[in-house]
């Protein structure tokens, strides 16, 4: 089982890397693109802003108030295709996506 600690310093290389690639947003989107019910909000966020607004936010909330975390997660895929083709050198980003789709398909670890 992984910590809490661990997803937490994947969660900041995932960030890193994000702002590196040029891809972290100074502004949010609108409240109705972030409310959107697709997986990704693909109807409304690039990958890049979902990753930004909704997945990192939801993680960093979830471990500081102990809760369960995803015991699913499957995010490579899609950012090897949304990546593929763009001519950003996404490897670690997507490396980083690895881990933790690796660290949250293992099981919930214990609070920070």
Same mark, same amino acid.
């Given at each position: 089982?992984?910590? +809490?600690?661990?997803? +937490? *310093?994947?969660?900041? @290389?995932? %960030? ?5 690639? $040029?891809?972290? @947003?100074? &502004?949010? /989107?609108?409240?109705? *693109?972030? =409310?959107? @019910? ?29 809760? /369960?975390? /995803? @015991? ?6 899609? *950012?090897?295709?949304?990546?593929? $083709?763009? $001519?950003? +050198?996404? =490897?670690?980003?997507? $490396? =980083? &996506?690895?881990?933790?789709? %690796? ?5 919930? /670890?214990?609070? &920070?």
């Amino acid at each position: 089982m992984s910590t +809490a600690t661990d997803i +937490a *310093a994947v969660l900041i @290389d995932i %960030e890193a890397q994000l702002r590196q690639l $040029g891809q972290w @947003d100074r &502004l949010p /989107p609108s409240d109705e *693109a972030l =409310a959107s @019910d697709q997986p990704f909000c693909v109807d409304t966020l690039t990958l890049p802003q979902w990753l930004q607004f909704i997945f990192l936010p939801t993680i960093y909330r979830l471990l500081e108030e102990g809760e /369960p975390l /995803p @015991d699913r997660c499957g995010i490579t895929p899609m *950012a090897e295709e949304y990546f593929r $083709g763009t $001519g950003l +050198a996404s =490897a670690d980003l997507i $490396g =980083a &996506l690895v881990q933790i789709d %690796e660290l949250l398909n293992e099981g919930a /670890p214990e609070a &920070l």
